[in-house]
C-alpha cells in the first residue's frame, strides 16, 4: 500500500510573514492593539447589554451575542499569532491545528447565521413595530440566537471531523497564519472532493441563506421607510440600518473571498494567491472585530448612557 511509505504528520508549521522580518514586527504591534481594542470595545458592549436594563432589548442581546463572539474568535487565534510573530515559534501540533479550526470555523459560520437573524429582526421593528414585542418575544430572540450558535458549532464540527481524517504526509508546512481549513487541505495526500462538496454546501447554508434573508428584510424596510411621512423617522430607521449593512459588507465581502470559491489542491498551491489570503484572513479575523463595536453601538446613545451608567457605579462602589 502507498500509505506504508508515507510518513504521518503529527505537527503543522505555520509560515506566516517569515519571509519578511520587518513586516512581523509592524504586524505584531497593530494586531497587539487591535487585540486590546476588541477585548475592551466588546468586553464593554457585553456587559452593558447583561447589566443595563435599557439594553433588555433583542437588538442588544443579539449585539452582546455578537460581541462576545468576536471575543472568542480573536481569543482562539489572535495570541497563538502573536506569539509566531515576535518568538519565531511557527509550529503546532496536530491537535492545536484542530482546535484553531474547529473555533474559527464555528464562529464564522454563528456570525453569518447572526448577522441574518439581526437582519429579522429590524426587519419586524421596522416594518411591523405594533407587533415587535409580541412577535420578538424573549423566547423567540432567545431561541434564535441558540440555533445560530447551535448551527455553527455543528457545521464546524462536520468540517473539521472531516479534514482532519485525511491523511497529512511529509509536507507540514502551512502557507498562512492560522489553520485555515483551505490551507490545510492543501497538505492532503488524499482525495479532497468530499471535502470541497461539503464547503460548497456550507457555503450555501451559511453565507447565501443569510444574505437572502437580509436581502429580502431590506427589500421590505426599504419599502416601508420610503412610505413613511416623517422625515425623522426615516432618518432614525436608516441610522439604524445602516450600521448593520456596514457590518453586513466588510463581514461577508471578506468571508467570500476567501470560502465561496472552493480550490482545488493545485490552485491552492499558488504561493502568492495564499499569501494574499491570509493577509485578507487577519483583516477578517481582527478589524471586522474591532469595528463591530464602533459601527454598532459606541456611536449609540443607548449604549453611551449605559456605559456612562457603569462607570458611574464602579466608582460609587469603590
Not at 155 to 169: D, Y
Not at 171 to 181: A, G, R, T
Request: glycine share 6%; charged share 10%.
Amino acid at each position: 500500500m502507498d500509505m506504508v511509505n508515507k510518513t504521518l504528520v503529527k505537527e503543522f508549521i505555520l509560515l506566516g510573514l517569515s519571509g519578511y522580518p520587518k513586516l512581523e514586527i509592524i504586524f505584531f504591534a497593530l494586531i497587539l492593539v487591535m487585540y486590546l481594542l476588541i477585548l475592551t470595545g466588546n468586553g464593554v458592549l457585553v456587559i452593558a447589554s447583561i447589566f443595563d436594563s435599557r439594553l433588555h432589548t433583542p437588538m442588544y442581546f443579539f449585539l452582546g451575542n455578537l460581541s462576545f463572539l468576536d471575543i472568542c474568535y480573536t481569543s482562539s487565534s489572535v495570541p497563538s499569532t502573536l506569539v509566531s510573530l515576535i518568538s519565531k515559534k511557527r509550529n503546532i501540533s496536530f491537535s492545536g491545528c484542530a482546535v484553531q479550526m474547529f473555533f474559527g470555523f464555528a464562529m464564522g459560520s454563528t456570525e453569518c447565521f447572526l448577522l441574518g437573524m439581526m437582519a429579522v429582526d429590524r426587519f419586524v421593528a421596522i416594518c411591523n413595530p405594533l407587533r415587535y414585542p409580541i412577535i420578538m418575544s424573549k423566547v423567540v430572540y432567545v431561541l434564535m440566537a441558540s440555533v445560530s450558535w447551535l448551527s455553527g458549532g455543528i457545521n464546524s464540527i462536520v468540517q473539521t471531523s472531516l479534514a482532519m481524517r485525511l491523511p497529512f504526509c511529509e509536507n507540514n508546512i502551512i502557507n498562512h497564519f492560522l489553520c485555515e481549513i483551505l490551507a490545510v487541505l492543501k497538505l492532503a495526500c488524499a482525495d479532497i472532493s468530499l471535502n470541497i462538496v461539503t464547503l460548497a454546501v456550507s457555503n450555501m447554508a451559511f453565507l447565501v441563506l443569510p444574505l437572502l434573508v437580509i436581502f429580502f428584510s431590506y427589500m421590505f424596510i426599504l419599502y416601508t421607510i420610503l412610505r413613511m411621512n416623517s422625515a425623522t423617522g426615516r432618518r432614525k430607521a436608516f441610522s439604524t440600518c445602516s450600521a448593520h449593512l456596514t457590518v453586513v459588507i466588510i463581514f461577508f465581502g471578506t468571508i467570500f473571498f476567501m470560502y465561496a470559491k472552493p480550490k482545488s489542491q493545485d490552485l491552492l498551491g499558488k504561493d502568492n494567491l495564499q499569501a494574499t489570503e491570509g493577509l485578507i484572513s487577519i483583516f477578517y479575523g481582527v478589524v471586522t472585530p474591532m469595528l463591530n463595536p464602533i459601527i454598532y453601538s459606541l456611536r449609540n446613545k443607548d449604549v453611551k448612557a449605559a456605559v456612562k451608567y457603569l462607570l458611574s457605579w464602579k466608582t460609587v462602589k469603590q
